[in-house]
């Protein structure tokens, strides 16, 4: 009987290890395949880009979304933060000028479909001065006067914005003289605004003042005097939702969307 009952043990045990090692052999992926297989498969249009447009194109997705029932996930910054994660899952990317994304497209070769690339609106530079403008700057022209501090941005959409704006007017040197500190990226410029007090002018797009409304005042140029850069979109090549996707481009397209760019300091 020991036998028997011994017998009838082992031979449960050699089936539920066989059973146990078929399951793990049909179940056994990578955890980071199965997240991306899992990311790709949940029908949300994944959307990169700096972190300038942000506002705009989030609020635009929101509306799209509530239309459609197709969800958008916008996420913006410095391109260091989402790249690793938009080589995975980004089915759209945008730019903070026409020369942003190009650079994208040079760093990235693989990613975009560089046919799809579309213009969605234009945007103007100015200067963001403190609130109540106390150096009292009204011009590219007062940026020059001795004790006006000077911060840039050195990239991020904004490279050579200043410089092509002064050329027009020979103001290069002068204005050059006053540049304070120079960043790479717009983030890391609000940081050192709203962390440095003694920082009296930054000549950036208007845009940031409608972001930055609590800690800046905008001195608009007048038009002959502005310098407007693009805000380029286009699908990547990875995308599996490329209907889908293509159709919030199309959305950003249209008049509802560009009275949207149009309260976030677009023209």
Same mark, same amino acid.
């Given at each position: 009987?020991?036998?028997?009952?011994?017998?009838?043990?082992?031979? +449960?045990?050699? /089936?539920?290890? %066989?059973?146990?090692?078929?399951? $793990? !052999?049909?179940?056994? @992926?990578?955890?980071?395949? =199965?997240?991306?297989?899992?990311?790709?498969?949940?029908?949300?249009?994944?959307?990169?880009?700096?972190?300038?447009? +942000?506002?705009? /194109?989030?609020? %635009?997705?929101?509306?799209?979304? $509530? !239309?459609?029932?197709? @969800?958008?996930?916008?996420? =913006?910054?410095?391109?260091?933060?989402?790249?690793?994660?938009?080589?995975?899952?980004?089915?759209?990317?945008?730019?903070?000028?026409?020369?942003?994304?190009?650079?994208?497209?040079?760093?990235?070769?693989?990613?975009?479909?560089?046919?799809?690339?579309?213009?969605?609106?234009?945007?103007?530079?100015?200067?963001?001065?403190?609130?109540?403008?106390?150096?009292?700057?009204?011009?590219?022209?007062?940026?020059?006067?001795?004790?006006?501090?000077?911060?840039?941005?050195?990239?991020?959409?904004?490279?050579?914005?200043?410089?092509?704006?002064?050329?027009?007017?020979?103001?290069?040197?002068?204005?050059?003289?006053?540049?304070?500190?120079?960043?790479?990226?717009?983030?890391?410029?609000?940081?050192?605004?709203?962390?440095?007090?003694?920082?009296?002018?930054?000549?950036?797009?208007?845009?940031?003042?409608?972001?930055?409304?609590?800690?800046?005042?905008?001195?608009?140029?007048?038009?002959?005097?502005?310098?407007?850069?693009?805000?380029?979109?286009?699908?990547?090549?990875?995308?599996?939702?490329?209907?889908?996707?293509?159709?919030?481009?199309?959305?950003?397209?249209?008049?509802?969307?560009?009275?949207?760019?149009?309260?976030?300091?677009?023209?």
């Amino acid at each position: 009987m020991k036998k028997v009952v011994l017998l009838s043990a082992l031979l +449960l045990s050699v /089936i539920t290890t %066989a059973g146990v090692s078929a399951y $793990a !052999k049909v179940d056994n @992926k990578p955890a980071s395949q =199965a997240t991306t297989i899992s990311s790709k498969s949940d029908h949300v249009i994944r959307v990169y880009g700096p972190g300038g447009p +942000l506002e705009p /194109i989030k609020e %635009a997705a929101e509306h799209f979304s $509530a !239309k459609t029932g197709i @969800k958008v996930e916008v996420t =913006a910054g410095p391109e260091g933060k989402w790249i690793g994660q938009a080589k995975q899952d980004a089915d759209i990317i945008f730019g903070g000028s026409e020369y942003m994304l190009q650079d994208f497209i040079f760093n990235h070769p693989e990613m975009i479909d560089t046919k799809s690339r579309t213009e969605l609106y234009t945007r103007a530079a100015g200067i963001l001065v403190r609130k109540g403008n106390p150096k009292k700057i009204e011009s590219l022209e007062d940026l020059t006067k001795n004790g006006v501090k000077i911060l840039d941005v050195n990239g991020a959409g904004q490279l050579g914005l200043w410089e092509d704006m002064a050329g027009r007017k020979g103001l290069i040197g002068g204005i050059s003289q006053n540049i304070n500190l120079s960043v790479k990226s717009s983030a890391e410029a609000i940081e050192q605004w709203k962390s440095n007090s003694s920082m009296d002018a930054w000549i950036t797009y208007e845009s940031w003042h409608y972001r930055l409304q609590d800690v800046t005042d905008l001195v608009e140029l007048p038009e002959e005097e502005k310098l407007y850069r693009g805000t380029p979109i286009a699908l990547t090549e990875i995308t599996d939702q490329k209907k889908e996707a293509q159709q919030f481009i199309d959305y950003l397209r249209t008049e509802e969307s560009h009275q949207i760019f149009q309260k976030w300091g677009w023209k």
